[in-house]
T-cell receptor, first 114, second 110 residues
Framework: DAMVIQNPRYQVTQFGKPVTLSCSQT?????MYWYQQKSSQAPKLLFH???????NEADTPDNFQSRRPNTSFCFLDIRSPGLGDAAMYLC?????????????FGPGTRLTVL | SQKIEQNSEALNIQEGKTATLTCNYT??????LQWYRQDPGRGPVFLLL?????KEKRKERLKVTFDTTLKQSLFHITASQPADSATYLC?????????FGTGTRLQVFP
């Protein structure tokens, strides 16, 4: 089945130790998104790629970076995780860039920072 | 300031009844509004999309309304079942991106 896959499902890291989360998709969608979701809060968009074009949200900290080496894969790098970065990280895809396009989410990666 | 409000308190209803969830927004003018379901520890799953020129949209037991004058969308689940228990998120289109609400947790008990 076509889907959005995130690895790992659970990630534990130490304060300040870089971590990379990965997302892959078999939908061949143009757009890939990274959201951060803390407990009982709304998913917050960090950035998205339309094909190779990177779009950063204005309030996304510099500590968060992303790479999209090809259509299928997208990575979220957290350079120096702080305790406040503990959250669920959701990857999503959509065919096109627009509010009328459905977003398909992966299962998420739960990040714990010790 | 821009705001999306969904009832933060859980909605508890009995099986078979109709659940109605509310999404209110201020200082947005979305052309589209979407509803997603999110189960604990999982990613959101798309349910319905409604356009600003549509008053109502239905899909099986689900119904969404969109009132751009009131700046409100209502999400209804008829003949609710315990399997409908989840958090339901509304999401507004804003400059080609989706802005999500915090969601309302629905608990359907037998």
């Amino acid at each position: 089945d076509a889907m959005v896959i995130q690895n790992p499902r659970y990630q534990v890291t130490q304060f300040g130790k870089p971590v990379t989360l990965s997302c892959s998709q078999t939908l061949n969608h143009n757009v890939m998104y990274w959201y951060q979701q803390k407990s009982s809060q709304a998913p917050k968009l960090l950035f998205h790629y339309y094909d190779k074009d990177f779009n950063n949200e204005a309030d996304t900290p510099d500590n968060f970076q992303s790479r999209r080496p090809n259509t299928s894969f997208c990575f979220l790098d957290i350079r120096s995780p702080g305790l406040g970065d503990a959250a669920m990280y959701l990857c999503a895809t959509s065919r096109e860039n627009g509010g009328d396009d459905t977003q398909y989410f992966g299962p998420g990666t739960r990040l714990t920072v010790l | 300031s821009q705001k999306i409000e969904q009832n933060s308190e859980a909605l508890n209803i009995q099986e078979g009844k109709t659940a109605t969830l509310t999404c209110n927004y201020t200082n947005y003018s979305p052309a589209y509004l979407q509803w997603y379901r999110q189960d604990p520890g999982r990613g959101p799953v798309f349910l319905l999309l409604i356009r600003e020129n549509e008053k109502e949209k239905r899909k099986e037991r689900l119904k969404v309304t969109f009132d751009t004058t009131l700046k409100q969308s209502l999400f209804h689940i008829t003949a609710s079942q315990p399997a409908d228990s989840a958090t339901y998120l509304c999401a507004l289109e804003n400059t080609d991106k989706l802005i999500f609400g915090t969601g309302t947790r629905l608990q359907v008990f037998p």
